[in-house]
Nanobody, 123 residues
Framework: QVQLVESGGGLVQVGGSLRLSCAAS????????MGWFRQAPGKERELVAG???????YYAGSVKGRFTISTDNAKNTVYLQMNSLKPEDTTVYYC?????????????????WGQGTQVTVSS
C-alpha cells in the first residue's frame, strides 16, 4: 500500500505563512501526480494545488500567487508553501497522489489520500 502522512498544519496569524509536508511511505512516487486538496465545512473538496510528474503545476484561482507546491523526490515528499494566509484558508487540507503523471482536478481521480491536517488562520 501507498501511505501518505501529512504534517505542518496548525494555527497561524492572518498574513502569516505555513508549510505543509506530505511524506509517502515505501517506494518513490516520482512518476505520480500529486495534489493538495482542502475541504471547508459545507463545501466540496477542491484541488488547491497540483504538480505533475514532469513538474507542471496547477493552482486554484483563490491561492494563485500565495501558495506554492513543490516536491523532493529523494525524500518522497510533497510540500505546500502557504503565504499571505487569510481566514478563508481555514480548513482541512489533504494530500493526495494519483498513479498517473498528469494532474486531474477531481478528488475521485486520485488513488491515495492522507488523513488530513487542520489549518486555522486567525484574524
Amino acid at each position: 500500500q501507498v501511505q501518505l502522512v501529512e504534517s505542518g498544519g496548525g494555527l497561524v496569524q492572518v498574513g502569516g505563512s505555513l508549510r505543509l509536508s506530505c511524506a509517502a511511505s515505501g517506494r518513490t512516487f516520482s512518476n505520480y501526480a500529486m495534489g493538495w486538496f482542502r475541504q471547508a465545512p459545507g463545501k466540496e473538496r477542491e484541488l488547491v494545488a497540483g504538480i505533475s510528474s514532469g513538474g507542471t503545476t496547477y493552482y486554484a484561482g483563490s491561492v494563485k500567487g500565495r501558495f506554492t507546491i513543490s516536491t523532493d523526490n529523494a525524500k518522497n515528499t510533497v510540500y505546500l508553501q502557504m503565504n499571505s494566509l487569510k481566514p478563508e484558508d481555514t480548513t482541512v487540507y489533504y494530500c493526495a497522489a494519483r498513479s498517473s503523471p498528469v494532474i486531474f482536478t477531481r478528488p475521485r481521480d486520485y488513488d491515495y489520500w492522507g488523513q488530513g491536517t487542520q489549518v486555522t488562520v486567525s484574524s
